[in-house]
């Protein structure tokens, strides 16, 4: 089953935060964080393996409730490079994902 | 870059053709995915492969098969191509235990 992201969509100004949501109704054993740029592939942000766990790469940094069955990604001081799609992958087992169906991210100068 | 290759990068068919997409890797991992990409629905797994020979179905599996002879090639054939197949096909591999990373795509338009 998708999990579910939220919000669908958002627009920033350069240096504000923003936070990405995504919830499961299965039991998840990890999540993944991705980035598209239009026309282009998915790029690899991050894993988040265990319930509690938060990770960080640049000003971007997420965490995993497993309780919940829920993973945020938090985006700091946002920079126009942040632009894009973000997905979010789970799965029950390691290696099939299932991905959400995107949250769009403007920023804006 | 993570060593993956696909081809063709752009194809244009007609319904009721074959298509076959080639996803290559030269770094000799295990495994590889292939998922297709639509407006909406963001990515859906279609096939994976954990060896040679060893495939399994995701979840939109209908109408593909797979075939992976040598690690380095994982195919994708469209045995008779639909207009609703018309999509963006990425190839993925996995690294370590965990992470998947992504080919360029292909792009599919099926007329």
């Known amino acids: 089953q998708q999990p579910v992201q939220s919000p669908q969509a958002v627009i920033l100004r350069e240096g504000e935060d923003a936070v990405i949501n995504c919830s499961s109704s299965k039991a998840l054993y990890s999540v993944h964080w991705y980035r598209q740029k239009h026309g282009e592939a998915p790029v690899f942000l991050m894993i988040?393996?265990?319930?509690?766990e938060q990770k960080g790469h640049e000003k971007i940094s997420a965490s995993f409730n497993e309780k919940k069955q829920q993973s945020s990604l938090y985006l700091t001081a946002s920079q126009l490079s942040y632009s894009g799609t973000y997905f979010c992958?789970?799965?029950?087992?390691?290696?099939?994902?299932?991905f959400g169906s995107g949250t769009r991210l403007q920023v804006q100068p | 870059d993570a060593g993956i290759t696909q081809s063709p990068r752009h194809k244009v068919t007609e319904t009721g053709t074959p298509v076959t997409l080639r996803c290559h890797q030269t770094?000799?991992?295990?495994?590889m995915y292939w998922y297709r990409q639509d407006p909406g629905h963001g990515l859906r797994l279609i096939h994976y492969?954990?060896?040679?020979?060893?495939?399994d179905k995701g979840e939109v599996s209908d109408g593909y098969s797979v075939s992976r002879s040598k690690t380095e090639d994982f195919l994708l054939t469209l045995e008779s191509a639909t207009s609703s197949q018309t999509s963006v096909y990425f190839c993925a591999i996995g690294i370590g235990n965990e992470t998947q990373y992504f080919g360029p795509g292909t792009r599919l338009l099926v007329l």
């Open positions: 770094e000799n991992h295990r495994y």
């Open positions: 992958g789970t799965g029950p087992g390691r290696r099939a994902l299932t």
């Open positions: 988040l393996l265990k319930g509690g």
């Open positions: 492969s954990y060896g040679v020979k060893d495939t």
